[in-house]
C-alpha cells in the first residue's frame, strides 16, 4: 500500500473520502443521509473525533477529520453504518439497490452487501492553504453538480457552519 493512502501524520487533519461501491446512489434519501451524519456524532462523542468540515453527496462523502486512530474510527463508522443503510435501504425497498449492493460485494466479504469501496484516501492537511483549497472544493461539490447555486444551500454539508449559518445538521470543530 502506498504511503499516500494512509494515515501518516496522526496529529493532523485529513482530507477523506468514503465512496459507495461502484458509485452507487445510495443518499438520495434524508434517512440515509442522517445515519452518516448521527454516525459522524456518535464518533465525534465517543471516539474523539475532531470534524472540521465535511459533505454528503448521493454516492460519496468527503471530510476533513482529525482523531488519534482516524483509520481505527473510519473503518468502525463505515462498518456500522454500512449495517445501517442496508436496513434503511430494506425499509424503503430499495430492492434494485440491494441487489447492486450484494452484486458487488467483494467475495472475502462475510455480509451479504457491500456499501463502502475500500479505503477513504486520506491526505494530511498541512498547511492553511490546503486547508482552504479542500474546503472549497468540498463545499462547492453540490454546486459542481449543478444541485444548488451556493454552497449554503445543500442541507448536507458543513458550509452552513463555515458561513455563519444558525442550527447546522452537523457541527464542526474550530480549525486552528
Not at 473503518?75 to 442496508?86: E, M, N, P, Q, Y
Not at 455480509?111 to 486520506?122: C, D, F, R, T
Amino acid at each position: 500500500m502506498r504511503s499516500r493512502y494512509r494515515v501518516c501524520e496522526p496529529d493532523r487533519a485529513h482530507f477523506v473520502t468514503g465512496t459507495i461501491v461502484e458509485w452507487l446512489p445510495v443518499f438520495t434519501s434524508a434517512a440515509c443521509c442522517d445515519i452518516l451524519v448521527r454516525s459522524l456524532e456518535h464518533c465525534r462523542q465517543h471516539k474523539a473525533l475532531r470534524i472540521h468540515a465535511w459533505v454528503i453527496l448521493d454516492n460519496h462523502f468527503h471530510a476533513i477529520l482529525a482523531a488519534s486512530d482516524l483509520s481505527g474510527v473510519l473503518r468502525d463508522l463505515k462498518s456500522f453504518t454500512a449495517g445501517k443503510i442496508v436496513e434503511q435501504l430494506q425499509t424503503e425497498r430499495r430492492d434494485w439497490l440491494l441487489n447492486q449492493l450484494r452484486f458487488y460485494r467483494q467475495a472475502h466479504k462475510p455480509n451479504a452487501y457491500q456499501v463502502w469501496q475500500e479505503g477513504s484516501h486520506p491526505e494530511a492537511i498541512l498547511s492553511d492553504t490546503i486547508m482552504r483549497q479542500k474546503l472549497d472544493y468540498l463545499h462547492n461539490n453540490p454546486v459542481q453538480r449543478g444541485w444548488v447555486a451556493s454552497p449554503e444551500h445543500w442541507r448536507y454539508s458543513s458550509a452552513h457552519a463555515w458561513m455563519g449559518g444558525t442550527e447546522p445538521v452537523l457541527r464542526c470543530d474550530a480549525w486552528l
